[in-house]
T-cell receptor, first 115, second 109 residues
């Protein structure tokens, strides 16, 4: 079965550079979530999109932005990178059912290292 | 915060034993999910239990939910070395998901 695809899997950037992470949800999933997981930390919710509109916002820095495109893939844009941005970034998708009783399916993650 | 807290933070058992992990949360939820994560790898969905369910089974996994105590437990029976991983609970309220701090399980062959 198709899973959530994230690219790239690994990314190395220098401080103050910009990074773009991509997420391709499972077909027919219309909701995408982004999470950041620092070393030894639990995943922290960043932002979510439903039907190409931002639906919820968590602890996402102002330096980050994201969008969902017409084909439902999503991109997380990170500017003015800082050392503390080094983390595993997960994307998850889910089909929206009534009452938000849905499961999230996670991608393998993109490991971002900022040097 | 809404985040679940899990205990124990670390658990080490012998292969074949059962492992029980607990998760507590603070506010009303739609559902609660358990995930596993191997070191440095992605999150793998294990099981979802809805707020109106009390117990759910999937293979060697058994999950309970007590909404009156705002807690859930994950039981892994007949553990295997391959079960070694971190286990997170995640609660859903509205469209946000909140992860607990995780339990690091080590199964010794």
């Amino acid at each position: 079965a198709a899973g959530v695809i994230q690219s790239p899997r690994h990314l190395i950037k220098e401080k103050r550079e910009t990074a773009t992470l991509k997420c391709y949800p499972i077909p027919r999933h219309d909701t995408v979530y982004w999470y950041q997981q620092g070393p030894g930390q639990d995943p922290q919710f960043l932002i979510s999109f439903y039907e190409k509109m931002q639906s919820d916002k968590g602890s996402i820095p102002d330096r980050f932005s994201a969008q969902q495109f017409s084909d439902y893939h999503s991109e997380l844009n990170m500017s003015s990178l800082e050392l503390g941005d080094s983390a595993l970034y997960f994307c998850a998708s889910s089909p929206i059912l009534a009452g938000a009783l849905h499961e999230q399916y996670f991608g393998p993650g993109t490991r971002l290292t900022v040097t | 915060s809404q985040q679940g807290e899990e205990d124990p933070q670390a658990l080490s058992i012998q292969e074949g034993e059962n492992a029980t992990m607990n998760c507590s949360y603070k506010t009303s939820i739609n559902n609660l999910q358990w995930y596993r994560q191997n070191s440095g790898r992605g999150l793998v969905h294990l099981i979802l239990i809805r707020s109106n369910e009390r117990e759910k089974h999937s293979g060697r996994l058994r999950v309970t939910l007590d909404t009156s105590k705002k807690s859930s437990s994950l039981l892994i029976t007949a553990s295997r070395a391959a079960d070694t991983a971190s286990y997170f609970c995640a609660t859903s309220a509205g469209n946000q998901f909140y992860f607990g701090t995780g339990t690091s399980l080590t199964v010794i062959p």
